[in-house]
């Protein structure tokens, strides 16, 4: 078979494990042709495209990014962009395609689906958030990143009897919070899911310093809103996808926080760090079982299915239902955390 790859969304940890995944099986076990499209859904629109094989591969397990680009284009926002994903599926003659991302890449390969294109997902994104999969790759690296800051920030935290506020990514769920705040020993979680009080979270620090114990460390996802506002954004700039660019809950939280307990209060944005570099081993393996299970589906003829983690096996769900809703923290999980406030 011909079968075009691509990658769209965030860069994540494991993309490349996966795509190797694909190649090896695709093309020594079934005589694939594997071709990787440049920059996502753009490089469909546009045609812009590299052969992929085993050799090229080489080296890549470990590799963070990943080598065929990816972007946040939308093909059904651009004019004709629908058509001419159609055009390059015929020119190339291929078979199938697959493709790798979060809820955005997934919910135009769901509607591609929808309009007869031979398609299938991998469940991408370091924020967890998408339905269907009990997790997604690059998830796990990012919560391990997470958390070694955070343990780092309990130095400064207890040297010099500080708030530390650590701000990770997690624009509609806060499940890198929630697990590397569990992880890391926060006093206080701050996720899009519980709108916080500030006077509460101010309750929490002072409890902690008038029982003699200082350094407290506050996790707070991007997207996490106090209970009277609205989010915190960078500009009003949103993407292809319409999301706004997030970031800077962190320093107005740290801000708020030493104004109303007088307790000195640094914060510490983690950012695109959470998403870069190596996969944890857990990922490596996520990906690489993820990329086999889609050309396995692939040759099975399963399209408009996306692999999916449930009870330690690779499973397939319908699109849909990966793309219908995002999946927020687990209720059960947050009261973990909760445990440990103050
Ligand atoms: O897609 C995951 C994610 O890392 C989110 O957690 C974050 O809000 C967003 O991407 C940032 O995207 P960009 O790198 O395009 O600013």
């Known amino acids: ?8 969304g965030g860069d994540c940890p494991g993309l490349n494990a996966v795509i190797r995944a694909v190649v090896r099986k695709g093309e020594r076990h079934y005589g694939d042709e594997i071709i990787g499209f440049l920059y996502g859904w753009k490089g469909l629109i546009e045609d812009a495209s590299r052969p992929l094989d085993v050799t090229q591969m080489r080296g890549t397990l470990p ?19 629908v058509e001419a994903v159609r055009a390059t599926i015929e020119r190339h003659g291929l078979d199938a395609l697959i493709a790798i991302g979060g809820e955005d890449t997934l919910g135009v390969a769901n509607k591609l ?28 690296t990012a919560v391990q990143i997470a958390t070694d800051a955070i343990d780092r920030l309990h130095t400064t935290a207890e040297s010099h009897d500080r708030v530390m506020v650590c701000e990770v990514m997690g624009r509609h769920a806060g499940w890198i919070a929630t697990y590397a705040g569990i992880a890391g020993g926060a006093s206080v979680v701050l996720v899009p899911e519980h709108p916080f009080d500030i006077e509460e979270v101010c309750a929490h620090i002072k409890r902690r310093h008038e029982s003699g114990r200082f350094a407290t460390i506050i996790v707070v ?8 506002g609205s989010h915190v954004t960078q500009d009003a700039e949103v993407d292809a996808f319409g999301h706004v660019k997030l970031g800077g809950i962190g320093q107005v939280l740290a801000d708020e926080i030493e104004r109303r307990t007088g307790y000195e209060t640094r914060v510490t944005i983690l950012g695109h760090i959470q998403r870069g570099g190596t996969p944890t081993a857990y990922d490596r393996v996520l990906s690489t079982r993820f990329g086999i299970a889609a050309i396995d589906a692939v040759h099975d003829g399963a399209f408009g299915s996306m692999v999916a983690l449930r009870a330690d096996r690779i499973v397939r ?7 219908g809703e995002l999946k927020t923290v687990d209720p059960e999980l947050f009261e973990v955390a909760q445990v440990f406030f103050g």
Do not use: C, W
């Open 1 to 8: 078979m011909k079968i075009g790859v691509l990658t769209g």
């Open 63 to 81: 590799r963070g990014g990943t080598v065929i680009g990816t972007s946040r284009t939308n093909p059904y926002r651009v004019e004709g962009g």
């Open 113 to 140: 689906h929808d309009d007869g294109v031979a398609v299938v997902g991998v469940p991408k994104t370091i924020d967890n958030d998408l339905s269907a999969t009990e997790f997604t790759f690059g998830f796990h």
């Open 221 to 228: 996802a991007e997207g996490a809103t106090p209970t009277e």
């Open 317 to 323: 769900v319908p699109l849909a239902e990966a793309v």
